[in-house]
Each structure stands twice: as C-alpha cells, then as structure tokens.
C-alpha cells in the first residue's frame, strides 16, 4: 500500500521559513516524478512544484517560483518543499503526490500551513 | 497557460440520479493529459479519471469520463451516498499542471 506521510507544516510569520517533508512508502520512490499541491482554506487546489524521479527536473507554479524549492532525498524516500519569504496568501494544506506524467496517482493526507503575524 | 472552467459550480441531485459534471479548457488539451479527483470534506484528493476516459484502480464503473480538444465531461450514471463531493478536472500542458475551480455534489 502507497502512503505517503506530509510534515512540517505549522504558523510562521509573513516573510519567514518553513520546510516540508512527505516520506513516503509502498512504492519504488526513486522511479516516481513526485509535486506538492496546495488547497487555501474554503478554495480549489493548486499545483505548485514538481520534480522528476532523479531530481534532474524540477518545475515550479510561478506564485511560488523563486521562493520555494523542491526537492528530494531517494535514499530516504522523502520529499521536500522549502518555502521561503511566506505571504499571507500561502497559507494552504500542503499535499504531496506521487506524478505520473499528466496526472496525481496517490495522495498524502496534507499538512496546514498558516502565515500570520 | 491553460485556464479549467468547471460546470455547474453546483449541482444538487437525489441519490440514484444521474451527474454531468463539464470542465472546458482555455485551449486544446491533449485527451492523455486530462484527469479528474473526487475530494470530500477533510480528505485528500482521491484520482478518478486519466487520459479523460480511463478509471483508475478501485473506481467503480458508474464513473466515466469522455471528451476531447477543449470540452471533457465526468458522468455519475447514479449516484451513491458516497459520491457527495467536490469534482476537479486537471490538465498538464508545458510543464504546467493546472485545475479547475471545482463542482460541488450535493445532495438535493
């Protein structure tokens, strides 16, 4: 069974850090291109990040783009989404997806991400 | 970039009828690139749709989708107690991923 398991959400004032993981199991985690999607309170989602299997490539939303970085660690199974110089609007439930191609084939259960001063 | 639009917003129906979910797209979306998630309240997305058509594993057949170029639609054949909730279509093109705003199923 596929699982994969988001942390590291929690309040950080407008302007500061935060690092996400997602670890993840039940899958050949190096073979999968992996992304982070985001849902604001009360709103759609929004694909903000993804990476390839190697790490080689990696594509970004442009809300985000110069602030976060993803990345990935296959010799732990475990995803990251650095965020940096957080605004208000980036308050969200951060998910992360295992990618095949076009397409979100399995889903963690997502971490809140509050910015507020 | 390729704007989803979703309709109805919402749709209020009776278990056991029938849903027609449309998502249409800015510009052309390759049918392969074309998907769509079912999410319920405090729960993840869940995919139910690839490549516009193809259910995913452990999707019941009552779900299907069809379509192609700019116009896809999701169809409910009749609903269960469980299908009660926010439908999004997405898409890839140029290394973009996008999704609609959602459709809500209520029931009526």
Redesign the interface.
């Known amino acids: 069974e596929v699982q994969l398991l988001e942390s590291g959400g929690g309040l950080v004032q407008p302007g500061g850090s935060l690092r996400l993981s997602c670890a993840a199991s039940g899958l050949t985690f190096s073979s999968y291109a992996m992304?982070w999607?985001r849902q604001a309170p009360g709103k759609?989602?929004?694909?903000i990040s993804?990476i390839s299997g190697s790490a080689v490539s990696t594509?970004y939303?442009d809300s985000v783009k110069g602030r976060f970085t993803i990345s990935r660690d296959n010799s732990k199974n475990t995803l990251y989404l650095q965020m940096n110089s957080l605004r208000a609007e980036d308050t969200a439930v951060y998910?992360c997806a295992s990618r095949?191609?076009?397409?979100?084939?399995?889903?963690?259960?997502?971490t809140l991400v509050t910015v507020s001063s | 970039e390729i704007v989803l639009t979703q309709s109805p917003g919402t749709l209020s129906l009776s278990p056991g009828e029938r849903a027609t979910l449309s998502c249409r797209a800015s510009q052309s979306v390759s049918s392969s690139y074309l998907a769509w998630y079912q999410q319920k309240p405090g729960q993840a997305p869940r995919l139910l749709i690839y490549g516009a058509s193809s259910r995913a594993t452990g999707i019941p057949d009552r779900f299907s989708g069809s379509g192609s170029g700019t116009d896809f639609t999701l169809t409910i054949s009749r609903l269960e107690p469980e299908d009660f909730a926010v439908y999004y279509c997405q898409q890839f093109g140029s290394s973009s991923w996008t999704f609609g705003q959602g459709t809500k199923v209520e029931i009526k």
């Open positions: 992304s999607v759609g989602l929004e694909w993804s594509f939303a998910y095949v191609l076009a397409y979100f084939d399995y889903w963690g259960q997502g």
